[in-house]
């Protein structure tokens, strides 16, 4: 057998500890990248630390796959208590690592406070993950949830809500029509906007914000009289173009007639 020199172990150890704190973020990035490679117990309490005050996106995002990689047994319970720490982005990475764990008994964990959290970050990753763990049974409770927070925040946040109400599928198409007429117009535009999106995501989002706007402005039927107007614009400028076309290309055989005669 043999023998395992536990000092160097644990020098080890304090190393890599040490260099997730480091100034450099490629430092920490890659004392991240080493912590899950290697995955061990002793480093999850600083792994679950560093989450709450990393700056930099990607070490945070190695620091999330290092936790994963620890046995969920030990890591789900320490990941739950930050959910309730004053740190914002302790919360928000909590939520994120629960995510990539997509464990489905930890459902239970989403609270509407979080749903609701004032912290446009953390809310907007509780509704990610909430859409990922939710429960089919209870879908159609979450959409009626997540509609509390349609017009809140600027364009990304408002993305982030529409991209979770389409992954959450049919069911949030009533909810939707209802919210499409409520008397706050950022409301009803950003309800139009997704269910634009949910019937064809290829749509861009900026774009459906845009026609939703118009329609909550010039009211459904204005709009849809002024898109029609449009497009019939818009087709006889085609049949316009298409005869100035054939006029000028009569032209041109005509001019070589006389051309070819002379």
């Known amino acids: 057998?043999?023998?395992?020199?536990?000092?160097n172990a644990t020098a080890q150890h304090t190393r890599l500890i040490n260099a997730l704190g480091a100034q450099d973020s490629s430092v920490r990035l890659q004392a991240a990248l080493t912590a899950g490679s290697n995955p061990d117990p002793v480093f999850l309490e600083t792994l679950v630390e560093r989450c709450a005050v990393e700056p930099d996106f990607?070490?945070?995002?190695?620091?999330?796959?290092?936790?994963?990689?620890?046995?969920?047994?030990?890591?789900?319970p320490r990941i739950r208590k930050e959910l309730d720490s004053e740190r914002n982005q302790a919360r928000?990475?909590?939520?994120?690592?629960?995510?990539?764990?997509?464990?489905?008994?930890?459902?239970?964990?989403?609270?509407?406070?979080m749903l609701r959290d004032a912290d446009d970050e953390v809310a907007r990753t509780a509704w990610?993950?909430?859409?990922?763990?939710?429960?089919?049974?209870?879908?159609k409770g979450l959409a009626e949830?997540?509609?509390?927070?349609?017009?809140r925040g600027n364009r990304n946040v408002q993305l982030s809500l529409s991209r979770a109400f389409v992954d959450l599928g049919e069911v949030i198409?009533?909810?939707?029509?209802?919210?499409?007429?409520?008397?706050?117009?950022?409301?009803?535009?950003h309800a139009r906007a997704t269910e634009l999106l949910r019937q064809n995501p290829e749509t861009g989002f900026d774009a459906a914000i845009e026609e939703a706007k118009r329609t909550v402005r010039l009211g459904p039927d204005r709009a849809a009289a002024a898109e029609a107007a449009a497009a019939g614009i818009r087709a006889g400028e085609t049949t316009e173009s298409?005869?100035?076309?054939?006029?000028?290309?009569s032209a041109d055989r005509t001019r070589a007639a006389e051309s070819a005669e002379s």
């Open 1 to 7: 057998m043999v023998p395992i020199n536990t000092t």
């Open 58 to 76: 990607f070490v945070r995002d190695m620091l999330s796959w290092a936790l994963i990689r620890l046995p969920p047994e030990i890591t789900l």
């Open 92 to 113: 928000s990475q909590a939520l994120h690592t629960l995510s990539k764990i997509n464990d489905k008994s930890t459902w239970a964990w989403i609270t509407r406070d």
């Open 128 to 139: 990610r993950v909430a859409v990922v763990l939710v429960p089919e049974d209870e879908r």
């Open 145 to 151: 949830e997540l509609v509390l927070q349609l017009g």
């Open 173 to 189: 198409k009533p909810v939707l029509e209802k919210a499409a007429s409520h008397p706050d117009a950022d409301v009803a535009a």
């Open 242 to 249: 298409a005869a100035g076309a054939e006029q000028t290309e």
